[in-house]
């Protein structure tokens, strides 16, 4: 995806929750000056493969998630979901985050080399600048919500998990599938509530492009509200 078409949605995300695009350009620059270019080779099983984008949802321990993620081609997870997958016995080809949660699966994946998605916005500089220097940085791949800069790519998405699948999809991903996800998870708080209402969205605005319907959606399209979305 071009920065010029995610734009429009970044700013209605922004102006939803109130966040100042200068917070999230600071912690972008920042993360730029400590990483170098990705080579997206490292992640060129991607292209033309069945990839399985595993949220960290209360789902994934179910056996049908955990075997829908091991008969994957490729497996891209958002945050923690990583720790569940391999506690399972379930490698992941690559990892999205935020650095909210488990910065050291952060470390650990890039050191035996796991390309990990490391995203940068207002909310994280402290941890983008603790975490980050810690990493193998040949396999950092570092990621923006705003313009991209430097070495800094942004492929689309908001949340870890839609951002995963906003990432294979720009990879060159066949098909995508979903494990580990729970929109309407009564645990999550408010806010979060509210980012995964975003998620959803965004992912049917995927689905759209890719002319492809994500099993995730099903049940649920009617009621997604879909005019920030610029669908064609």
């Known amino acids: 995806m071009e920065y010029e078409e995610w734009e429009p949605v970044y700013e209605a995300i922004r102006r939803d929750f109130g966040y100042p695009r200068a917070g999230d350009e600071r912690a972008r620059d920042r993360l730029?000056?400590?990483?170098?270019?990705?080579?997206l080779a490292r992640l060129d099983g991607v292209r033309d493969a069945t990839v399985v984008i595993a949220g960290a949802g209360p789902s994934l321990e179910d056996d049908d998630a955990l075997e829908r993620?091991?008969?994957?081609?490729?497996?891209?997870a958002a945050s923690t979901a990583v720790d569940r997958l391999e506690d399972a016995g379930v490698d992941v080809d690559c990892m999205v985050t935020d650095l909210d949660k488990n910065p050291e699966t952060v470390v650990r994946l890039t050191v035996r080399g796991t390309p990990v998605a490391v995203h940068a916005h207002g909310d994280n500089l402290q941890a983008v600048e603790s975490v980050v220097p810690q990493c193998d940085d040949a396999f950092v791949l570092p990621t923006t919500q705003v313009e991209p800069v430097g070495p800094v790519r942004n492929v689309g998405g908001f949340t870890d998990g839609d951002r995963a699948?906003?990432?294979?999809?720009?990879?060159?991903?066949?098909?995508?599938?979903?494990?580990?996800?729970?929109?309407?998870?009564?645990?999550?708080?408010?806010?979060k509530g509210r980012k995964l209402e975003w998620a959803e969205r965004l992912l049917f605005w995927l689905e759209r492009r890719r002319g492809e319907r994500f099993d995730v959606l099903d049940g649920r399209r009617d009621g997604i509200d879909a005019s920030a979305l610029p669908l064609e």
């Open 32 to 39: 730029a000056e400590l990483t170098g270019p990705f080579d």
């Open 69 to 76: 993620a091991a008969g994957a081609d490729q497996v891209i």
């Open 165 to 191: 699948a906003f990432l294979a999809d720009h990879l060159g991903a066949a098909r995508l599938q979903f494990a580990g996800w729970d929109f309407d998870d009564s645990t999550v708080s408010a806010p």
